[in-house]
């Protein structure tokens, strides 16, 4: 899904298109047979931190830099400035990548919504 890529996966050293979301199930199992009764799976967001800074030649989550690629970005002074003025999306002083960084990949999530 073009949406839970962009705002669940960013850029890290290792991979360009790194899921920042994890699972925990649980299972439960009968006190007298021992045999599984159920499960359940928990996702959550592993890195919120990401949110707002990261690492040296990372990117936060795919989403911010898509904005700034939104066909109206520049023109009505909601991302006006060099991307280096925004501390967040300037943190990893990585601001391209392969996947997620043009106004097609913008307009493919806002589709999606």
Do not use: Q
Not at 7 to 12: E, P
Not at 34 to 39: E, K, V, W
Not at 64 to 78: C, G, I, V
Request: proline content about 3%; some cysteine.
């Amino acid at each position: 899904s073009p949406i839970l890529e962009a705002f669940g996966n960013a850029k890290t050293v290792r991979n360009d298109n790194s899921s920042r979301f994890g699972k925990l199930m649980r299972l439960k199992f009968s006190t007298k047979t021992h045999l599984l009764l159920g499960a359940y799976t928990t996702k959550y967001l592993l890195e919120k931190s990401r949110i707002i800074t990261c690492g040296m030649d990372e990117r936060l989550y795919h989403a911010f830099y898509l904005a700034m690629r939104a066909p109206d970005a520049a023109t009505t002074n909601k991302f006006s400035k060099p991307h280096s003025h925004y501390k967040s999306i300037f943190a990893g002083k990585c601001v391209e990548n392969k996947e997620f960084s043009t106004t097609e990949d913008y307009k493919e999530v806002c589709d999606a919504m």
